[in-house]
T-cell receptor, first 116, second 111 residues
Framework: DTAVSQTPKYLVTQMGNDKSIKCEQNLGHDTMYWYKQDSKKFLKIMFSYNNKELIINETVPNRFSPKSPDKAHLNLHINSLELGDSAVYFC???????????????FGPGTRLTVT | GDSVTQMEGPVTLSEEACLTINCTYTATGYPSLFWYVQYPGEGLQLLLKATKADDKGSNKGFEATYRKETTSFHLEKGSVQVSDSAVYFCALKTSYDKVIFGPGTSLSVIP
């Protein structure tokens, strides 16, 4: 069973288009995240949702809009795509409440977005 | 603000060599600390973690100790294998639930 899944795995599109990336987790977690990883492997958090509520919203262009229809899903919609949006986007999930052993994030396999 | 610093790579080692990847952090309060590993073409996965000072996390022969006095969480392995080739990320979780990742250290192990 896949814990955190993302679709599509690869996305090639032209500048100016609008695209969406979907994420689903079957771990029963209450918090989901979107990260952007650039070509140098630097990982930057974009958004975080807890129980469908936005809790982290980093400095991200408002062309990026997350949507969480329920606790198990967090989708990322991108309007007017630009060349600089090319990157690998990772979805992740976790429990928000800190347990005795701490908590960790579970990552999806990533979506490689290429804007031409 | 909160931050994580890692030694810059890439690091290239011969099989069975010793590995140390340095990680230091800046954080208010008492963060939890993690090492994640990313194999080529995959997402990140947890390697080990520590939630309080002096805790030692270990997994797959890797170890790291939460050192509050030096604000460090260095990753070590006594004998690396080719299959350990990956990018390693040090990370902390703050008291307000934000996870901050270091820049990653690429490791290549050659036979």
């Amino acid at each position: 069973d896949t814990a955190v899944s993302q679709t599509p795995k690869y996305l090639v599109t032209q500048m100016g288009n609008d695209k969406s990336i979907k994420c689903e987790q079957n771990l029963g977690h209450d918090t989901m995240y979107w990260y952007k990883q650039d070509s140098k492997k630097f990982l930057k958090i974009m958004f975080s949702y807890n129980n469908k509520e936005l809790i982290i919203n980093e400095t991200v262009p408002n062309r990026f809009s997350p949507k969480s229809p329920d606790k198990a899903h967090l989708n990322l919609h991108i309007n007017s795509l630009e060349l600089g949006d090319s990157a690998v986007y990772f979805c992740a999930s976790s429990h928000r409440v800190v347990r005795v052993a701490g908590y960790e994030q579970y990552f999806g396999p990533g979506t490689r977005l290429t804007v031409t | 603000g909160d931050s994580v610093t890692q030694m810059e790579g890439p690091v290239t080692l011969s099989e069975e060599a010793c590995l140390t990847i340095n990680c230091t952090y800046t954080a208010t309060g008492y963060p939890s600390l993690f090492w994640y590993v990313q194999y080529p073409g995959e997402g990140l996965q947890l390697l080990l973690k520590a939630t309080k000072a002096d805790d030692k996390g270990s997994n797959k022969g890797f170890e790291a100790t939460y050192r509050k006095e030096t604000t460090s969480f260095h990753l070590e392995k006594g004998s690396v294998q080719v299959s350990d080739s990956a990018v390693y990320f040090c990370a902390l979780k703050t008291s307000y639930d934000k996870v901050i990742f270091g820049p990653g250290t690429s490791l290549s192990v050659i036979p």
